[in-house]
């Protein structure tokens, strides 16, 4: 998959689109001139540079969705950002890895014109000192009304069933039986949404109404699933945690406001902060990262620094910047057997970061299926939500891509991918953090990688083709997640 040396513009622009605005820093250096992600204070904007940069999106017409020490994003139509940048919004086309491990051709949009910079996605405010950048939203993919019953179907298919089986294996049961259970630690999700679902109120977790950051979106619906489904990983491993969901959807489910609801998240300064979601580059990358995935790298170093544990999916064959972040845990995968064995998933991203020296990508892993269709958790969804219905479907592209024998709107399916993974290590965070509360991101890393059960077996994803050995490897990392082992760890690391 090559990026377009020149992209073909075309006229497809929506009426509403999502970006982010970059305000003049107090390091005197442009968000989308760093070098390197060593830290994102040098970056922070001037007070008063930041409110006038606002007052400037306003007069546009633009909407001010939400805000961090770095920027803030913006919605509004596409006359309201060519009235801001004086040039004008075109779409082309990219081949990108989506969902369920496909390819497409994916709209992307720039902002072009004669006083435009060239970076794609990417646009200038000219004459507006207040303003660095002007960064359009860029396409993530999810890494993977009648009632719904508490208790899943049976399907002869094997599977893990949760939330029984994804603690086991991840040896989150002793710290349960222990009383460790990360009771009330704030675990913020930012995904397609979070809907009612009889299984959560009947394991009695505990949820907090949905924050929706797409004007017009019902905060109480999940168009795809895929936010419901994966957030019961979260109370897999830490029953007792607090989730706080943010739906970056819009009504088709789609995630067009990440930006929007990572910083919104962040700002509420939750304990954790997990994220299934990704975009997807070349790989090898043809040169450094684009000043879009600068300026959100940034974003998401700063969420660290202010002591967040910030988790995001390593990819389902996906290369994105998100999980190369310096203190990011990015999650991989291992795939368990029905006898237990461990091997590497073959539908997870893993390897060494090409930009940013000494991280690898997972930096440890959770539970995830296999190729073609990763059908290995059984997840509460909205009845008749997108995933509800494709799951139960034969895949038309893969004719070994079975059907996952449920219902298309009983409220459960078959899913799993680094989407699954991501939830899982929050929650493994989350009972650390409840034991121990001053835990640092780093603190919390370290316990999870040095206690993870080492895997041997197995290869990643094909698309970089790394092996599991003896030992931290370019597949799984240091292995899977051991919630009991890292807890004791930091018992009795930090007494």
């Not at 779409?91 to 491990?101: L, P």
């Not at 494709?390 to 409220?411: I, K, Q, R, Y």
Request: charged share 20%; glycine share 10%; hydrophobic share 40%.
């Amino acid at each position: 998959m090559t990026s377009p040396t020149t992209p073909r513009y075309g006229q497809d622009v929506p009426d509403t689109v999502y970006g982010y605005i970059s305000a003049r820093s107090q390091g005197g250096v442009p968000a989308t001139r760093a070098t390197a992600l060593d830290s994102a204070r040098p970056f922070r904007a001037e007070p008063d540079a930041q409110e006038r940069a606002k007052e400037h999106a306003r007069t546009a017409g633009l909407t001010v969705t939400a805000e961090s020490r770095l920027g803030f994003t913006v919605a509004g139509t596409p006359a309201a950002y060519e009235q801001l940048t004086s040039g004008r919004l075109a779409s082309y086309e990219v081949r990108r890895r989506v969902s369920m491990n496909r390819t497409r051709d994916v709209t992307h949009l720039d902002i072009v014109g004669d006083r435009q910079p060239d970076a794609l996605g990417i646009g200038a405010a000219p004459g507006e000192d207040a303003i660095e950048a002007v960064a359009l939203e860029r396409p993530r993919t999810p890494m993977r009304v009648l009632p719904a019953a508490a208790e899943p179907p049976t399907v002869t298919a094997f599977h893990l069933t949760l939330p029984d089986d994804v603690a086991r294996l991840l040896h989150a049961t002793p710290a349960h039986d222990a009383g460790e259970i990360g009771r009330g630690v704030q675990v913020a999700m930012v995904d397609t949404g979070q809907a009612p679902h009889a299984y959560f109120a009947a394991h009695g977790y505990d949820i907090d109404p949905t924050v929706a950051l797409v004007p017009g979106t019902s905060p109480t619906e999940d168009p795809i699933g895929h936010g419901t489904g994966e957030s019961a990983n979260i109370f897999a491993v830490a029953p007792g945690a607090r989730l706080r969901p943010y739906r970056a959807s819009d009504r088709r489910g789609e995630l067009t406001a990440a930006t929007a609801g990572f910083l919104r998240a962040k700002a509420d300064a939750p304990q954790v902060l997990t994220n299934s979601w990704g975009g997807d580059g070349d790989f090898p990358p043809l040169g450094p990262p684009s000043q879009l995935d600068l300026i959100f790298a940034l974003e998401v170093l700063d969420a660290v620094e202010q002591g967040i544990v910030v988790v995001f999916s390593g990819g389902n064959g996906q290369f994105s910047i998100e999980p190369q972040v310096p203190g990011v845990l990015a999650a991989g995968g291992v795939f368990a057997g029905p006898d237990d064995r461990l091997r590497a998933s073959n539908y997870a991203s893993a390897y060494r970061s090409p930009w940013v020296d000494g991280v690898v990508v997972p930096t440890v892993c959770g539970l995830v299926g296999l190729l073609p269709r990763a059908q290995y958790l059984m997840l509460p969804v909205p009845p008749g939500c997108a995933i509800d219905v494709a799951e139960s479907l034969p895949d038309p592209e893969d004719p070994d891509g079975l059907a996952d024998e449920t219902t298309g709107v009983d409220g459960w399916s078959l899913f799993s991918g680094t989407s699954a993974a991501a939830p899982q290590i929050a929650g493994a965070a989350a009972v650390l953090l409840g034991a121990r509360p001053r835990l640092t991101p780093a603190q919390v890393t370290e316990a999870l990688v040095r206690t993870a059960t080492d895997v041997t077996a197995g290869t990643c994803h094909p698309r970089f083709g790394n092996r599991a050995r003896l030992g931290p490897d370019t597949a799984t990392g240091p292995g899977l997640v051991d919630v009991s082992a890292a807890l004791d760890f930091v018992l009795t690391q930090n007494p």
